[in-house]
């Protein structure tokens, strides 16, 4: 069946298409009873109208980009969740692009977005030069940008996250508190968190009169590979732990990392919580049930995502579509829930 047009209601009806198209506009030049009238026959005659050229004609396309390294690690997916819920009473839609934490996949859709003309972008950045520049320049002419987990960047936009330094502060001081002096602190090498991560791990062991040793970091490039960072992972801990100076206990930095660690442990045999307490970040909702249940830091992944997409709706729905120049560097509260594994 034929879609019925404006000008066909136009002939229908005996009036001139700028008269139709302002009552299907509802539009207060046109008399009431003309719009019912004209209204009533669209609706009668399946008349519906094409959004799409209505969002070119004022420029925008009610597009907003996503991107981010994996959204099956649940922290992300979380973020995702949080967005999808704020957006679904609006007309925006959402495209969700991978990056796998490699700049060059990230640059490529970066390209991608803005040749669909993206009217925003929500990013969890790899920190590349390139992309990062790439971000500017889109964010220099008009495209609003939010940075998500991974804030610590130079590019002057709205962020938000978590208080990494803090955070893990007080993750490491648990586990003194627990009687364990010698922590290996694992993370991977993303310029947005690690180095916040790193620090607050340092700044914890000085506080508390614990000499850094720097074979309790490791750093690991976790865009190499699952099974290149498990082996990694095998080797340094299975290393350590038959040391004349093993650790009593393990920081994982990351979801993704906590996870590969936990099967690290499991396939050499290494018990946890004896001889190795373990604590680190995971947003799975089922930490509880791991045998045994894992002490992790939890961040407010839907708020995160919501929060997100509140401000971009703030700026998208301005009449001028403005941009303020006042950018929030909005710090979220993570939990830490202390369960069996680091005690």
């Known amino acids: 069946?034929?879609?019925?047009?404006?000008?066909?209601?136009?002939?229908?009806?005996?009036?001139?298409?700028?008269?139709?198209?302002?009552?299907?506009?509802?539009?207060?030049?046109?008399?009431?009873?003309?719009?019912?009238?004209?209204?009533?026959?669209?609706?009668?005659?399946?008349?519906?109208?094409?959004?799409?050229?209505?969002?070119?004609?004022?420029?925008?396309?009610?597009?907003?980009?996503m991107i981010v390294p994996s959204i099956g690690n649940p922290f992300f997916s979380q973020i995702l969740e949080g967005i999808e819920r704020e957006m679904s009473e609006t007309t925006y839609n959402l495209i969700i692009m991978q990056s796998a934490d490699d700049p060059k996949l990230e640059l490529k859709h970066l390209e991608m977005l803005s040749k669909k003309g993206a009217d925003a972008v929500v990013i969890a950045a790899t920190g590349n030069n390139i992309s990062l520049k790439y971000l500017q320049n889109l964010k220099d002419h008009g495209i609003p940008i939010v940075l998500i987990d991974r804030t610590n960047y130079a590019i002057n936009t709205y962020k938000i996250g978590i208080d990494n330094f803090k955070v893990v502060y007080q993750g490491i001081s648990q586990l003194i508190h627990q009687g364990k002096r010698k922590i290996l602190f694992i993370s991977n090498l993303s310029p947005g968190t690690s180095t916040e991560r790193r620090r607050g791990y340092i700044q914890c062991l000085r506080d508390f009169d614990i000499a850094y040793n720097s074979d309790y970091l490791l750093s690991i490039e976790t865009n190499s590979g699952r099974m290149e960072v498990l082996e990694r992972l095998k080797s340094r801990i299975t290393?350590?732990?038959?040391?004349?100076?093993?650790?009593?206990?393990?920081?994982?930095?990351?979801?993704?990392?906590?996870?590969?660690?936990?099967?690290?442990?499991?396939?050499?045999?290494?018990?946890?919580?004896?001889?190795?307490?373990?604590?680190?970040?995971?947003?799975?909702?089922?930490?509880?049930?791991?045998?045994?249940?894992?002490?992790?830091i939890v961040q407010p992944s839907h708020e995160i995502g919501s929060q997100a997409f509140a401000i971009l709706n703030k700026i998208l729905d301005s009449s001028d579509n403005a941009i303020t120049t006042s950018y929030q560097n909005i710090e979220l509260q993570a939990s830490i829930l202390a369960r069996k594994s680091s005690e």
């Open 239 to 296: 290393h350590l732990v038959n040391s004349s100076n093993p650790p009593e206990a393990i920081f994982t930095a990351s979801d993704q990392l906590t996870y590969l660690t936990l099967e690290a442990l499991q396939v050499t045999r290494i018990a946890v919580p004896n001889p190795l307490a373990l604590i680190g970040f995971a947003n799975f909702q089922y930490t509880n049930i791991f045998q045994p249940s894992l002490s992790s």
């Open 1 to 65: 069946m034929k879609k019925i047009t404006i000008k066909d209601i136009a002939k229908a009806m005996g009036y001139s298409i700028g008269t139709i198209s302002k009552a299907l506009s509802n539009s207060h030049e046109i008399s009431p009873v003309t719009k019912v009238e004209i209204q009533k026959f669209a609706n009668e005659h399946g008349y519906q109208s094409n959004q799409y050229a209505k969002l070119l004609r004022k420029g925008r396309t009610n597009i907003i980009g």
